[in-house]
């Protein structure tokens, strides 16, 4: 086994192949420069790979006879190349350290064969043009979201048209699970709620083990007695383009064509846009877009006082 120490911390690689691809693979940073010439000067002397099977243990900084938790024979039985499972924890260790972006890191996952990978997430930094692109929009509502359905970008029109989607805790799969039909943005249409879970079950499955999707999960099953028989049927499903019911207490009903597009600058994260379905839909949202944010906003608030003030 193969390995190098920088900055205090042990990097161990089970072939050439791998150590190969991290020499590659690290950000031209201050930090990633001097690793890279590490690496690359490393790899120039190694000797032939005793196993072609690309493993990689993880990166570990060593503290007496237990590295991050791992006694040495973890390490012993990877250098006799056996069939050692790597966790995401060492796996994200790894991607720390070298600086990986996410392109790299969901190749390291690959490499690591390893199902998880990483997705975007609230607060996930996004490309500059996804915003001008929703701003130009104009008139289409849209909104580009996480695989956990938290609102990672929008436009005004998608305010205006799903104010409660976009406010507090700004995740879509929250809000229509847990707010009263009376108020909810989504009719609870049995068909929609179920490819809505099965698209989260889908992503769950890429992030296994990721204790932000643990406890996302969790905590829609505990509060949720519909989410949680939808999410006992193990369905899969992935966004479609279909036609929705969008409840506006400021106008009323509006039906909407959804269309979803995959964003290959943001891993698993993808764009909703609505288009009304016909005239009667388009003046509503017209209706809706002309009134002022007081205006909008007056419905929503006289019936949370009406129906929901014992709630808080």
């Known amino acids: 086994m193969d390995a190098v120490v920088v900055d205090g911390t042990m990097i161990m690689f089970m072939s050439q192949q791998v150590l190969k691809w991290f020499a590659a693979s690290v950000v031209h940073d201050a930090a990633g420069r001097g690793l890279r010439h590490a690496l690359s000067r490393l790899y120039g002397g190694l ?82 043009e996804l915003q001008v692109i929703l701003d130009h929009l104009e008139l289409l509502p849209g909104v580009v979201l996480s695989p ?43 068909d929609d709620l179920r490819r809505m879970v099965g698209y989260l079950r889908g992503s769950y499955v890429k992030n296994l083990g990721d204790p932000g999707w643990e406890e996302f999960i969790s905590e829609l099953c505990a509060e949720s007695e519909t989410f949680a028989s939808l999410w006992a049927r193990n369905d899969v499903a992935v966004p479609a383009s279909r036609t929705k019911q969008i409840r506006n207490l400021a106008v009323g009903e509006l039906e909407m064509f959804l269309t979803s597009m995959s964003l290959p600058s ?47």
């Open 47 to 128: 000797r032939s790979a005793t196993t072609r099977k690309m493993y990689l243990s993880c990166v570990f900084p060593f503290d007496g006879d237990v590295a991050h938790g791992y006694p040495f024979p973890w390490f012993s039985w990877l250098e006799q190349g056996r069939n050692i499972n790597v966790s995401v924890q060492v796996l994200n260790s790894v991607a720390r350290t070298l600086s990986l972006d996410a392109a790299e890191k969901a190749h390291l996952y690959r490499l690591a064969d390893v199902p998880t990978v990483p997705t975007a997430h609230a607060g996930t930094a996004l490309p500059e």
């Open 148 to 190: 956990r359905y938290d609102v990672l970008a929008h436009n005004k029109s998608y305010e205006a048209l799903c104010p409660g989607f976009v406010k507090g805790e700004r995740n879509v799969a929250r809000r229509v699970f847990l707010t009263p039909e009376c108020c909810n943005t989504y009719h609870h249409n049995w």
């Open 266 to 312: 943001l891993p698993h994260a993808w764009m909703q846009i609505y288009t009304p379905v016909d005239e009667v839909a388009w003046v509503k949202l017209r209706e809706l877009l002309a009134m002022s944010e007081e205006q909008r906003q007056r419905p929503w608030i006289e019936h949370r006082e009406q129906y929901h003030a014992a709630a808080g």
